[in-house]
């Protein structure tokens, strides 16, 4: 059995996943706001924490003493909650969890989102080019977003304080098999009436979520990295250089785009994590796939 992993946000819609997936070969101290209905799991642990409250996050983590951290526990979007509210949740919580984990020598997996890129607009943009690499420029429009490049810069931070190292992800939108949410988009879609799509119809399985982080739990790396973390294609079965045109009216000048390869390069996964998405919204859309068996 692998040594300690500590998993924050471990009973949302990622986080049941990801502790699932990594409690068989670790030990995992799975924390969340509340406990689940059952606590009964084999290694795991489950500890309720408030992330807001560094105390409570420093006694867990130095408690703990875990070999590698996963931060999942953050607010996902502005949807039920004040953008300020989920600034400073998001913000504070990050800060905590990885100042902590710097000071036991924890290395650490966490979600960033690729909203950063500036293309969730109220009126979409189209990027500078395409695809998108982690090191397009980032142009953050609400507090989620802001949030986000905030807990980047601790992640560089804890880097340069701590010898540890942090690995971001930038996820897209999250798919559950035999429940995607893309499926009446991509029913509805016509070329004729394309309108702009904030993430270019991306998307990304959470299997291929769950394989990206355990490849980064089990990858040496120095310093900061960020990563795009995205399914290998679009989820509307036509060109996405195609769709991107029809909706937008035109492409930026640099396109290098192949089929219906996603508009977000993870070149870069590939070549340090050794990470390849498997799951295309074609097969596993109504795939019959049991998940996690513990929940809130």
Request: with cysteine; charged share 20%; hydrophobic share 40%.
């Amino acid at each position: 059995m692998s040594p300690d992993i500590l998993i924050t946000g471990a009973l949302g819609g990622v986080g049941r996943w990801v502790t699932d997936a990594l409690r068989r070969h670790s030990n995992v101290v799975a924390v969340d706001q509340t406990l689940p209905a059952s606590t009964d799991v084999e290694n795991v642990n489950f500890q309720a924490v408030d992330l807001c409250d560094y105390g409570s996050v420093l006694e867990t983590v130095l408690d703990t003493e875990p070999s590698a951290v996963v931060h999942l526990g953050n607010l996902p979007h502005e949807e039920n909650h004040a953008g300020s509210d989920v600034y400073e949740n998001n913000v504070l919580s990050t800060y905590h969890v990885l100042e902590a984990a710097g000071r036991v020598g924890a290395d650490v997996v966490w979600t960033s989102s690729e909203t950063v890129y500036g293309t969730h607009w109220p009126e979409p943009k189209l990027p500078e080019y395409l695809p998108i690499d982690e090191e397009h420029p980032v142009a953050p429009w609400n507090g989620y977003e802001t949030s986000k490049l905030a807990g980047e810069s601790a992640a560089e931070r804890v880097t340069n304080a701590f010898d540890i190292s942090v690995i971001t992800m930038r996820p897209t939108w999250i798919q559950y098999p035999g429940n995607y949410k893309i499926t009446p988009i991509r029913e509805a879609f016509a070329l004729e009436t394309a309108e702009r799509f904030g993430n270019f119809w991306s998307y990304i399985d959470i299997r291929d979520v769950v394989s990206f982080i355990e490849a980064a739990v089990h990858t040496d790396i120095d310093g900061h990295e960020v990563f795009n973390v995205f399914g290998p294609d679009n989820f509307l079965g036509v060109e996405t250089a195609r769709a991107i045109r029809a909706g937008y009216g035109s492409l930026p000048d640099e396109c290098d785009l192949t089929g219906e390869q996603s508009a977000f390069s993870i070149t870069k996964a590939k070549s340090m994590l050794g990470w390849v998405p498997e799951h295309s919204w074609k097969t596993a859309e109504d795939a019959a796939v049991r998940g996690p068996s513990f929940s809130k």
